[in-house]
């Protein structure tokens, strides 16, 4: 067989053993997706393979415990551990008893160790430096002009969960892949959180646009959205009808029944299956994390260093409530002549000068001045000699700590 990749002769014969150039071109091949074949139809794509491969029937929990994710050094050579963690992780359905379809020296190393801690719903991940098989859910949302913009690779489909690579994916990721991937999540499912103002209106400080680009919070809202799709999926037909499930001991285990195991296919494939998957993401991290919450608390608290130096209608409607008290209340002492004169805090006067609230507020001096001011006697000398002073700097001084007053007074109708 002959292929070709960036001029690489890739010809290998039977009884030749290929370079590692020819492995290399190989690799690339089969591990990212040519430009021209990521259309919008089958592309992204993550898919699943059917537990029915490997097992006969599975053991279905009544009330599924979550999933935990638990990266472990993986020796590509070992096909011994690589085989246990590829049927490990298929029976995602059977979450925290999969454990119980193995015998103890069949989970080798650190799965051994995973096993040991008891019934724990364990999703199984190569350790890697870009912690590509951790977020590789995310990643395969994403359509193909945001993986570019960002600088991302077109990987082929993803699987769910992890079974087997046949590559070292660190070789071939850029160094700053986590990076690079934080942001281009947060790009597309920044309109989910906030719409009508892009995300870089706000600051790299701002809390929701920290918790759009944290893909830690993500990955378990994505991981259910996963695992509810395919939970739709058809059974494999292996004659197994549901039933109690019988230990070696002869005892029953409770919580849970057998059942046939499910077919497997693409959970999404195309942008219009993925977009839906990102959006139903969004809403189910409301459950998981509370989403609505956590935004409804940041824009009830957003101060102004949230904010960049970009407009955007966020900010707009930020500064309008900060500011807009202030710039309809400007308190001016004119002439009323038409208004009745406040006598004291029991009485009102409405739309010319003040509330019967205001008034409660200010002491006998200050509201002599204002009933002087709505009776017509405007100059500051004039009310000095009035209320007895030699001149008018204590009622200059007054009036300041009477606009002070009827600012903040304002601001709260």
């Known amino acids: 067989?002959?292929?070709?990749?960036?001029?690489?002769?890739?010809?290998?014969?039977?009884?030749?053993?290929?370079?590692?150039?020819?492995?290399?071109?190989?690799?690339?091949?089969?591990?990212?997706?040519?430009?021209?074949?990521?259309?919008?139809?089958?592309?992204?794509?993550?898919?699943?393979?059917?537990?029915?491969?490997?097992?006969?029937?599975?053991?279905?929990?009544?009330?599924?415990?979550?999933?935990?994710?638990?990266?472990?050094?993986?020796?590509?050579?070992?096909?011994?551990?690589?085989?246990?963690?590829?049927?490990?992780?298929?029976?995602?359905?059977?979450?925290?008893?999969?454990?119980?379809?193995?015998?103890?020296?069949?989970?080798?190393?650190?799965?051994?160790?995973?096993?040991?801690?008891?019934?724990?719903?364990?999703?199984?991940?190569?350790?890697?430096?870009?912690?590509?098989?951790e977020y590789s859910p995310l990643l395969h949302m994403l359509p193909r002009r945001t993986l570019e913009r960002f600088g991302l690779p077109l990987l082929r489909g993803g699987q769910w969960p992890y079974l087997a690579s046949f590559a070292d994916v660190d070789r071939h990721l850029p160094a700053d892949f986590e990076t690079r991937l934080s942001r281009a999540w947060a790009s597309q499912v920044w309109p989910h959180l906030i719409s009508g103002s892009p995300l870089n209106a706000f600051s790299g400080q701002d809390p929701i646009r920290l918790l759009a680009h944290n893909l830690d919070f993500w990955i378990p809202a994505a991981t259910t959205v996963i695992q509810e799709i395919l939970g739709d999926f058809p059974q494999v037909d292996k004659g197994v009808v549901a039933g109690p499930v019988t230990l070696i001991d002869g005892s029953l285990l409770e919580g849970a029944v057998t059942g046939n195991p499910r077919m497997g296919g693409d959970v999404w494939r195309g942008e219009v299956d993925a977009a839906e998957a990102l959006a139903w993401t969004v809403e189910e991290a409301d459950g998981t994390g509370r989403l609505t919450g956590i935004i409804d608390a940041v824009r009830s608290n957003r101060v102004a260093d949230d904010f960049s130096s970009r407009w955007s209608y966020a900010r707009e409607d930020f500064e309008r409530k900060l500011y807009r008290k202030r710039d309809k209340v400007k308190v001016r002492f004119v002439e009323l002549t038409d208004t009745i004169p406040v006598q004291g805090p029991e009485s009102e006067v409405v739309g010319n000068l003040v509330t019967n609230d205001f008034m409660a507020l200010l002491d006998e001096r200050q509201r002599q001045i204002v009933v002087l001011l709505s009776s017509g006697v405007t100059k500051q000398q004039e009310i000095a000699e009035r209320l007895g002073y030699a001149n008018h700097a204590p009622i200059s001084k007054r009036l300041t700590q009477i606009r002070k007053l009827a600012l903040e007074h304002f601001a709260d109708i």
């Not at 150039?21 to 699943?48: H, M």
């Not at 006969?56 to 929990?61: G, L, Q």
């Not at 690589?82 to 650190?110: H, I």
Request: proline share 8%.
């Open 1 to 133: 067989m002959t292929q070709t990749y960036d001029s690489v002769d890739v010809t290998v014969s039977k009884s030749e053993t290929p370079s590692p150039e020819q492995i290399d071109v190989w690799t690339r091949e089969n591990l990212f997706i040519p430009v021209d074949e990521a259309t919008p139809d089958v592309y992204p794509r993550l898919w699943n393979i059917s537990a029915g491969f490997m097992f006969t029937e599975v053991i279905r929990p009544t009330e599924p415990a979550s999933p935990e994710y638990f990266s472990i050094p993986m020796d590509y050579d070992s096909l011994e551990l690589a085989g246990a963690v590829g049927r490990w992780n298929v029976l995602w359905e059977s979450a925290q008893f999969r454990r119980r379809f193995f015998d103890e020296q069949e989970l080798p190393g650190a799965l051994g160790k995973i096993a040991d801690v008891g019934d724990v719903n364990a999703v199984i991940l190569p350790r890697t430096r870009t912690r590509y098989y």
